[in-house]
């Protein structure tokens, strides 16, 4: 009797644990916290790289997501003490004399209008130049500077399968420059668009053709892809030509442009020779070349051009608008072969603006930029509101809105400039973080903010800060990208390089000293120099390790002389023997236990010695 009842008993109140489990179990999947959505267990690694400007400072910064760990700062356009970017001979060749850039907007490269994670690219605003790196190594291989362009901003936006990387003129310029009146602003200035071809196997970027354009501040760009492919689409403020007090002169007119360019059109006036070559390029006249470009008027002072991943939509995010203008491709076909259109700047026709645009979605203050999901939604910054708006696209509701914090620039879906949105987060770069993180003295830094909008409303998850000073961002699946973990030392070609200790040696050609060395744990060969004053001394270093993670250091006392050498890697730094006296040098890249044991020292002899 006892038995039986107690195996009842059992059975009774099994069934509610097991169903109180179950449910358990339901509830967690369906709603996990914002915690357990962004936490990435230690020793697991993110699914998200995303690639975050860095502004003035001339960097890109790498994040995981998504954590929001910061995993690596990319010098470009400005040195890196501790890597030695900007003080070896290879890097400073690269950098081209300059020790600054303004990087603004990195672009991955595209297959079939997809990132394929072979190469980012980044604009510098500053001094008119596109930077490429290598996402094999994740280092600067090159930077281009574009002839004619006066502050590069509408750059680089990547065509669809990177056929060409854009630049535009944000400040323009005499072009080409030379020394005229400022007040003849409006004569003898001009905006230059530019098409940069990328080679399809190496890599290398050419100034392939640039068109002239009327002094307009051209701001963003996009290119068209799907039904709009052999289109890009830059915005541009200041159609008020204004050169003195911008901020007013320039945001009179209720609309400026959109510049629709049909580059493969340009393509053929460039092969028949339609062109006149300026420092170098070859440059497009549209007052002379008809059909290559035409204005899509557009409220106002927009700043986001951003083409929807099926190419139909050109979306502009008037800045100073409470609405952002949705411009149909196949209606601006149409209007241009009506011919309909509202006058012409500098041989440009200028669309009616009923004829092309198809919605205007109010968003709210302040639309900056345009990302878009996997689901037909869009998504927009608004810099005055302080907000993301979700909208869909063919209704063109607005359908959720989420504050960030604070005063948001530009936002990054996954794969969100493509034609295959993948989803799941938008992340927002904030100007501002007001007191969001511990303080540090008067400048804080800027913010990130991960939102989910996998769910019919935006969720909120995390804040990170970011180093100065994401414009751009853009996210790619982890799985796309697999770097060299180490320099195979049989592959290594450099004309410096040595791969053994028995190759090391000095040679000497009058007052110019090459040392072939060696960093190996814990030791480099050869450690005892001697030289003599006024000596152009060439350190050509090869790290002889095939490991995984062991980079060596070389830094020289008294001098500013430290890079970093990577597993199998020779890098080439000068150094000149200024001063007689003794230098000591070290790794300066914690190696080994025997690491603060690497070191050498270097002898300058007096010239009057001898
Ligand atoms: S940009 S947010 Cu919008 Cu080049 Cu600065
Ligand atoms: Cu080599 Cu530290």
Known sequence: MRLINCGKIMRLLSLPLLVGFLGLLFACKGGQSPAEKVYVPPGKLDSYYAFLSGGHSGQIGVFGLPSGRLIKMIPVFAPDVAIGWGIDEGSKEIMGGYIWGD??????????????GRWLFINDTANG???????KDFVT?????LPNVG???ASPFVTPNTEYLVGATRFSIPVPNRDVPIETYKENFNGVIAFVSVDKDTGHMENAFQILMPPFDYDLADAGKRVSYGWAFFSCYNSEEAYKDLEVEASQKDRDFIAAVNWKAAEEAIKEGKYKEINGVKVIDPQEVKGIVYFLPTPKSPHGSDV???????VGGGKLAAVVTVHGFEKMQEAIKKGDFDGEVMGIPILKYESVRVAEVPVGLGPLHTQFDDQGYAYTSLFVDSAIAKWKLGTWEVVDKIPVYYNIGHLAAIHGDTVKPRGKFVLAMNKIAKGRYLPVGPSHPESAQLIDISGKKMEMLLDFPTPVEPHYGQIIDATLIKPELVYPLDQNKDPYAIKSADQARVERNGNRVDVYMIAIRSHFTPNILKFEEGDNVYFHITNLEQDVDITHGFGINFSNVDMQIEPGETKTVKWVAEKPGIYPFYCTNFCSALHQEMQGYIEVASKNSK
């Open 103 to 116: 990087a603004h907007h990195p672009a991955l490269s595209e297959t079939n209008g997809d990132y394929d």
């Open 141 to 145: 291989k090159e930077i281009i500077t």
């Open 308 to 314: 929807t991943p099926d190419g139909k939509y050109i």
């Open 129 to 135: 130049r596109i930077a490429r790196i290598d996402l």
């Open 151 to 153: 502050g590069n901003h």
